[in-house]
Protein backbone atom coordinates (compact mmCIF):
# COMPACT_ATOMS: atom_id res chain seq x y z
CA UNK A 1 0.00 0.00 0.00
CA UNK A 2 1.55 3.80 -0.99
CA UNK A 3 1.60 6.17 1.86
CA UNK A 4 1.81 9.53 -0.25
CA UNK A 5 3.47 12.63 1.42
CA UNK A 6 2.29 16.57 1.00
CA UNK A 7 -1.54 15.05 -0.41
CA UNK A 8 -4.18 17.66 -0.78
CA UNK A 9 -7.40 17.01 1.06
CA UNK A 10 -9.29 19.68 -0.73
CA UNK A 11 -11.71 16.87 -2.52
CA UNK A 12 -11.92 14.69 1.08
CA UNK A 13 -14.21 17.28 2.66
CA UNK A 14 -17.83 18.64 1.20
CA UNK A 15 -16.83 21.95 2.67
CA UNK A 16 -14.06 22.04 0.16
CA UNK A 17 -11.72 23.65 3.14
CA UNK A 18 -8.09 23.73 1.94
CA UNK A 19 -5.54 21.91 3.56
CA UNK A 20 -2.96 18.96 3.10
CA UNK A 21 -1.71 15.61 4.95
CA UNK A 22 1.78 15.71 5.61
CA UNK A 23 1.41 11.52 4.70
CA UNK A 24 -1.77 9.98 3.39
CA UNK A 25 -3.07 6.01 3.09
CA UNK A 26 -6.02 4.39 1.84
CA UNK A 27 -6.00 0.82 3.47
CA UNK A 28 -8.89 -1.15 1.58
CA UNK A 29 -7.91 -4.40 3.38
CA UNK A 30 -7.53 -5.39 6.97
CA UNK A 31 -3.84 -7.02 6.17
CA UNK A 32 -3.20 -3.55 4.97
CA UNK A 33 -4.55 -1.70 7.38
CA UNK A 34 -2.84 -3.42 10.29
CA UNK A 35 0.55 -3.42 8.32
CA UNK A 36 0.24 0.19 8.24
CA UNK A 37 -0.22 0.81 12.07
CA UNK A 38 2.38 -1.72 13.10
CA UNK A 39 4.84 -0.09 10.38
CA UNK A 40 7.95 1.15 12.42
CA UNK A 41 8.56 3.82 9.66
CA UNK A 42 4.76 5.79 11.39
CA UNK A 43 5.58 4.89 14.80
CA UNK A 44 5.72 8.23 17.16
CA UNK A 45 3.47 10.04 14.22
CA UNK A 46 0.47 11.58 14.91
CA UNK A 47 -2.34 9.52 13.65
CA UNK A 48 -5.99 10.95 11.78
CA UNK A 49 -9.21 9.26 10.29
CA UNK A 50 -11.02 10.58 8.13
CA UNK A 51 -13.81 9.09 5.90
CA UNK A 52 -16.59 10.84 3.56
CA UNK A 53 -15.46 14.53 5.04
CA UNK A 54 -19.13 15.26 5.11
CA UNK A 55 -18.58 16.10 8.32
CA UNK A 56 -15.42 17.85 8.95
CA UNK A 57 -14.07 21.26 8.83
CA UNK A 58 -10.53 21.76 8.10
CA UNK A 59 -8.98 24.53 9.61
CA UNK A 60 -5.38 23.90 8.34
CA UNK A 61 -2.88 21.22 7.55
CA UNK A 62 -3.00 17.72 9.69
CA UNK A 63 0.52 16.91 10.69
CA UNK A 64 1.31 12.70 11.01
CA UNK A 65 -0.12 10.18 9.33
CA UNK A 66 -4.03 10.31 7.83
CA UNK A 67 -5.92 7.39 7.15
CA UNK A 68 -8.81 7.01 4.46
CA UNK A 69 -10.54 3.63 5.32
CA UNK A 70 -10.91 2.08 1.82
CA UNK A 71 -12.58 -1.15 3.46
CA UNK A 72 -15.27 -2.53 1.30
CA UNK A 73 -17.94 -5.27 1.58
CA UNK A 74 -21.78 -5.60 2.02
CA UNK A 75 -22.63 -9.28 3.53
CA UNK A 76 -26.41 -10.69 4.99
CA UNK A 77 -24.91 -12.49 7.83
CA UNK A 78 -28.22 -14.08 8.92
CA UNK A 79 -31.63 -14.89 7.66
CA UNK A 80 -32.96 -12.47 10.27
CA UNK A 81 -31.65 -9.70 8.58
CA UNK A 82 -28.66 -9.04 10.46
CA UNK A 83 -26.03 -7.25 7.69
CA UNK A 84 -22.51 -6.29 7.89
CA UNK A 85 -20.90 -3.58 6.37
CA UNK A 86 -17.40 -2.23 5.29
CA UNK A 87 -16.30 0.77 6.47
CA UNK A 88 -15.62 2.50 3.55
CA UNK A 89 -18.72 1.54 1.78
CA UNK A 90 -20.73 5.07 0.81
CA UNK A 91 -23.74 5.21 3.54
CA UNK A 92 -26.21 6.07 1.06
CA UNK A 93 -25.27 3.02 -1.29
CA UNK A 94 -25.87 0.77 1.30
CA UNK A 95 -28.92 2.01 2.42
CA UNK A 96 -30.49 1.63 -1.27
CA UNK A 97 -28.82 -1.94 -1.74
CA UNK A 98 -30.40 -3.37 1.61
CA UNK A 99 -33.47 -2.03 0.46
CA UNK A 100 -33.66 -3.55 -3.09
CA UNK A 101 -32.59 -6.79 -1.45
CA UNK A 102 -35.86 -6.70 0.74
CA UNK A 103 -34.31 -5.57 4.13
CA UNK A 104 -35.53 -2.37 5.85
CA UNK A 105 -34.79 0.23 8.73
CA UNK A 106 -32.58 2.16 7.24
CA UNK A 107 -35.26 4.32 5.05
CA UNK A 108 -35.17 7.27 7.29
CA UNK A 109 -31.15 7.36 7.16
CA UNK A 110 -31.45 8.06 3.03
CA UNK A 111 -29.06 10.59 1.61
CA UNK A 112 -27.08 11.13 4.19
CA UNK A 113 -23.56 11.50 2.80
CA UNK A 114 -20.57 10.27 3.85
CA UNK A 115 -19.04 6.78 4.76
CA UNK A 116 -20.29 3.74 6.97
CA UNK A 117 -17.18 3.89 9.08
CA UNK A 118 -17.91 7.54 10.19
CA UNK A 119 -21.78 6.84 10.72
CA UNK A 120 -21.61 5.94 14.31
CA UNK A 121 -18.98 8.51 15.17
CA UNK A 122 -21.55 11.19 14.17
CA UNK A 123 -24.42 8.58 15.25
CA UNK A 124 -26.32 9.71 12.26
CA UNK A 125 -29.61 10.51 12.56
CA UNK A 126 -32.51 12.03 10.56
CA UNK A 127 -36.49 11.88 10.53
CA UNK A 128 -36.85 10.22 14.05
CA UNK A 129 -34.52 7.06 13.51
CA UNK A 130 -30.55 7.41 14.58
CA UNK A 131 -28.19 4.83 13.54
CA UNK A 132 -28.10 3.54 17.21
CA UNK A 133 -31.20 2.08 16.95
CA UNK A 134 -30.31 -0.47 13.83
CA UNK A 135 -26.11 -1.40 14.89
CA UNK A 136 -25.55 -4.26 16.60
CA UNK A 137 -21.92 -4.12 16.94
CA UNK A 138 -18.73 -2.57 15.22
CA UNK A 139 -15.43 -3.77 14.79
CA UNK A 140 -12.45 -1.54 15.17
CA UNK A 141 -8.97 -1.00 15.67
CA UNK A 142 -7.06 1.00 18.18
CA UNK A 143 -4.77 3.82 16.59
CA UNK A 144 -2.01 3.36 18.91
CA UNK A 145 -1.17 -0.21 18.56
CA UNK A 146 -3.25 -1.63 15.93
CA UNK A 147 -5.63 -3.66 18.64
CA UNK A 148 -8.65 -4.98 17.20
CA UNK A 149 -12.18 -4.78 19.52
CA UNK A 150 -15.29 -5.41 19.03
CA UNK A 151 -18.20 -3.09 20.61
CA UNK A 152 -21.48 -3.56 20.97
CA UNK A 153 -24.10 -0.66 20.49
CA UNK A 154 -24.30 -0.59 24.11
CA UNK A 155 -20.73 0.20 24.40
CA UNK A 156 -20.77 3.01 21.77
CA UNK A 157 -22.13 5.35 24.14
CA UNK A 158 -24.79 6.55 21.87
CA UNK A 159 -26.18 9.72 22.03
CA UNK A 160 -27.79 12.66 19.81
CA UNK A 161 -25.43 13.44 17.09
CA UNK A 162 -22.19 11.71 19.54
CA UNK A 163 -20.91 8.68 20.84
CA UNK A 164 -17.60 7.59 23.02
CA UNK A 165 -15.83 7.89 19.31
CA UNK A 166 -16.62 11.48 19.06
CA UNK A 167 -16.15 12.68 22.72
CA UNK A 168 -14.65 10.17 25.47
CA UNK A 169 -12.28 8.58 22.94
CA UNK A 170 -12.18 10.64 20.37
CA UNK A 171 -9.50 9.87 18.04
CA UNK A 172 -8.39 6.90 19.39
CA UNK A 173 -10.20 4.00 17.23
CA UNK A 174 -10.73 3.40 13.07
CA UNK A 175 -13.93 1.61 12.41
CA UNK A 176 -13.60 -1.23 9.91
CA UNK A 177 -17.04 -2.59 9.61
CA UNK A 178 -20.59 -2.33 11.12
CA UNK A 179 -23.25 -5.08 11.74
CA UNK A 180 -26.55 -3.47 11.40
CA UNK A 181 -30.24 -5.26 12.29
CA UNK A 182 -32.48 -5.04 9.53
CA UNK A 183 -36.16 -6.76 9.04
CA UNK A 184 -38.20 -7.79 6.24
CA UNK A 185 -41.38 -6.85 8.19
CA UNK A 186 -42.19 -2.85 7.85
CA UNK A 187 -42.00 -0.89 10.83
CA UNK A 188 -42.25 2.32 9.43
CA UNK A 189 -40.91 5.54 11.21
CA UNK A 190 -43.66 8.36 10.57
CA UNK A 191 -43.11 10.84 13.50
CA UNK A 192 -42.50 14.29 11.19
CA UNK A 193 -45.60 15.68 9.88
CA UNK A 194 -44.29 16.72 6.48
CA UNK A 195 -43.27 12.50 6.52
CA UNK A 196 -46.42 11.36 7.60
CA UNK A 197 -48.40 13.68 4.84
CA UNK A 198 -46.02 13.18 2.23
CA UNK A 199 -46.47 9.00 2.72
CA UNK A 200 -50.14 8.63 3.14
CA UNK A 201 -50.95 10.55 -0.34
CA UNK A 202 -48.89 7.95 -2.20
CA UNK A 203 -50.46 5.27 -3.54
CA UNK A 204 -51.68 2.58 -1.46
CA UNK A 205 -48.78 0.59 -3.44
CA UNK A 206 -46.11 2.67 -2.56
CA UNK A 207 -46.78 2.76 1.08
CA UNK A 208 -44.30 0.93 1.87
CA UNK A 209 -40.36 0.96 3.08
CA UNK A 210 -38.76 2.35 -0.56
CA UNK A 211 -41.87 4.42 -1.01
CA UNK A 212 -40.48 6.27 2.37
CA UNK A 213 -37.13 6.72 1.05
CA UNK A 214 -38.37 8.41 -1.93
CA UNK A 215 -39.51 10.74 -0.38
CA UNK A 216 -36.82 11.18 2.14
CA UNK A 217 -34.76 12.09 -0.73
CA UNK A 218 -37.14 14.27 -1.97
CA UNK A 219 -36.93 16.29 0.90
CA UNK A 220 -33.44 16.41 1.78
CA UNK A 221 -33.05 17.38 -1.89
CA UNK A 222 -35.27 20.42 -1.79
CA UNK A 223 -33.86 21.77 1.59
CA UNK A 224 -30.14 20.57 1.45
CA UNK A 225 -27.91 22.02 -1.17
CA UNK A 226 -26.14 18.71 -3.15
CA UNK A 227 -22.38 19.51 -1.63
CA UNK A 228 -20.92 18.83 -5.14
CA UNK A 229 -22.87 21.67 -6.28
CA UNK A 230 -22.28 24.14 -3.56
CA UNK A 231 -19.92 23.02 -0.70
CA UNK A 232 -21.43 22.53 2.88
CA UNK A 233 -21.48 20.09 5.72
CA UNK A 234 -24.99 19.13 6.50
CA UNK A 235 -26.44 20.74 9.34
CA UNK A 236 -24.06 22.13 10.54
CA UNK A 237 -25.58 23.02 13.99
CA UNK A 238 -27.32 20.67 16.53
CA UNK A 239 -30.45 20.64 17.89
CA UNK A 240 -30.28 22.33 21.38
CA UNK A 241 -32.32 20.56 24.17
CA UNK A 242 -33.42 22.89 26.39
CA UNK A 243 -35.23 21.64 30.01
CA UNK A 244 -38.99 22.92 30.31
CA UNK A 245 -38.10 25.89 32.13
CA UNK A 246 -36.40 27.22 29.37
CA UNK A 247 -38.96 26.46 27.18
CA UNK A 248 -41.62 28.27 28.93
CA UNK A 249 -39.57 31.42 28.95
CA UNK A 250 -39.02 31.33 25.34
CA UNK A 251 -42.84 30.43 24.19
CA UNK A 252 -43.52 34.06 26.50
CA UNK A 253 -41.64 35.65 23.96
CA UNK A 254 -41.64 33.25 20.63
CA UNK A 255 -45.10 31.24 20.71
CA UNK A 256 -44.33 30.03 17.61
CA UNK A 257 -40.96 28.83 18.44
CA UNK A 258 -40.41 24.70 17.08
CA UNK A 259 -39.82 22.61 19.83
CA UNK A 260 -40.09 18.43 20.13
CA UNK A 261 -40.97 17.21 23.32
CA UNK A 262 -37.92 14.67 24.79
CA UNK A 263 -38.87 11.57 27.32
CA UNK A 264 -37.27 12.89 30.10
CA UNK A 265 -39.38 15.83 29.62
CA UNK A 266 -37.08 18.36 28.28
CA UNK A 267 -37.65 19.70 24.55
CA UNK A 268 -35.41 19.78 21.14
CA UNK A 269 -35.05 22.79 19.76
CA UNK A 270 -34.84 23.34 16.14
CA UNK A 271 -31.60 25.07 15.50
CA UNK A 272 -32.93 25.93 12.03
CA UNK A 273 -35.85 28.11 13.32
CA UNK A 274 -33.69 30.28 15.75
CA UNK A 275 -30.68 30.81 12.84
CA UNK A 276 -33.46 32.04 11.08
CA UNK A 277 -35.38 34.09 13.34
CA UNK A 278 -31.92 35.42 13.90
CA UNK A 279 -31.50 37.06 10.57
CA UNK A 280 -29.14 34.34 9.23
CA UNK A 281 -31.60 32.41 6.23
CA UNK A 282 -29.80 33.28 3.54
CA UNK A 283 -27.27 35.72 4.42
CA UNK A 284 -24.22 35.84 2.92
CA UNK A 285 -20.78 37.27 4.07
CA UNK A 286 -17.61 37.05 1.72
CA UNK A 287 -17.42 33.57 0.70
CA UNK A 288 -19.76 32.19 3.33
CA UNK A 289 -23.78 32.02 4.68
CA UNK A 290 -26.29 30.21 5.46
CA UNK A 291 -28.74 28.68 2.92
CA UNK A 292 -31.35 30.50 2.00
CA UNK A 293 -33.46 27.07 1.66
CA UNK A 294 -32.39 26.00 5.31
CA UNK A 295 -30.83 28.00 7.55
CA UNK A 296 -29.12 24.69 9.79
CA UNK A 297 -26.86 24.70 6.42
CA UNK A 298 -23.57 26.42 6.21
CA UNK A 299 -22.37 27.11 3.28
CA UNK A 300 -19.07 28.07 1.29
CA UNK A 301 -19.81 30.09 -2.31
CA UNK A 302 -15.50 29.35 -2.96
CA UNK A 303 -12.64 30.51 -1.28
CA UNK A 304 -12.93 29.79 2.21
CA UNK A 305 -10.51 28.65 4.91
CA UNK A 306 -11.29 26.75 7.67
CA UNK A 307 -10.29 30.15 10.10
CA UNK A 308 -13.07 31.97 7.70
CA UNK A 309 -15.58 28.98 8.12
CA UNK A 310 -15.22 28.93 12.15
CA UNK A 311 -15.49 32.79 13.05
CA UNK A 312 -18.28 32.91 10.65
CA UNK A 313 -20.00 30.02 12.34
CA UNK A 314 -19.06 31.86 15.79
CA UNK A 315 -20.83 34.78 14.81
CA UNK A 316 -24.01 32.87 14.02
CA UNK A 317 -23.79 31.43 17.33
CA UNK A 318 -23.29 34.50 19.32
CA UNK A 319 -26.27 35.97 17.55
CA UNK A 320 -28.71 33.12 18.54
CA UNK A 321 -26.89 33.43 21.84
CA UNK A 322 -27.99 37.18 22.20
CA UNK A 323 -31.34 36.81 21.02
CA UNK A 324 -32.69 33.84 23.00
CA UNK A 325 -30.40 32.57 25.74
CA UNK A 326 -29.32 29.32 23.78
CA UNK A 327 -26.11 27.84 22.87
CA UNK A 328 -25.42 26.28 19.56
CA UNK A 329 -23.14 23.73 19.53
CA UNK A 330 -21.46 22.49 16.01
CA UNK A 331 -21.71 19.50 14.70
CA UNK A 332 -19.00 18.39 11.98
CA UNK A 333 -15.76 17.99 13.61
CA UNK A 334 -12.53 20.48 13.54
CA UNK A 335 -9.23 18.56 12.32
CA UNK A 336 -5.81 20.69 11.60
CA UNK A 337 -3.47 23.14 12.99
CA UNK A 338 -5.58 26.02 13.93
CA UNK A 339 -2.66 27.84 10.93
CA UNK A 340 -2.61 26.73 7.52
CA UNK A 341 1.09 26.62 5.42
CA UNK A 342 1.51 27.57 2.28
Known amino acids: MQVRPGCSLDTFNTLRLPARAEWLAEPASDAALVALLCDTRWAGLPRT???????????????????????????????????????????????????????????NLSLIPGSCGA??????????????????????VSL????????????CGFAY??????????????????RLQLRR??????????????????????????????????????????????????????????????LARLRSTWPDIVAYPQPDGRAK???GWLIERAGWKGRREGALGMHAQQALVLVNYGGATGADVLAFAQAVRDSVQALFGVTLEQEPVILGRATATA
Do not use: H
Not at 54 to 72: A, F, Y
Not at 144 to 155: I, L, V, Y
Not at 218 to 229: C, F, G, Q, T
Open 119 to 140: APVQNIGAYGVELGDVLVSLDA
Open 161 to 178: RDSRFKSAEAGQWLITRL
Open 185 to 246: EPELTLGYADLAERFAALPEAARNAQGLREIVCALRRSKLPDPAELPNAGSFFKNPVVDAAT
Open 269 to 271: LAA
Open 144 to 155: RDGEARRFTAAE
Open 49 to 107: VIGGGSNLVLRGDIDGLVIRPCLRGLATLSDDGLVEVGAGEEWDSVVARTLAAGWQGLE
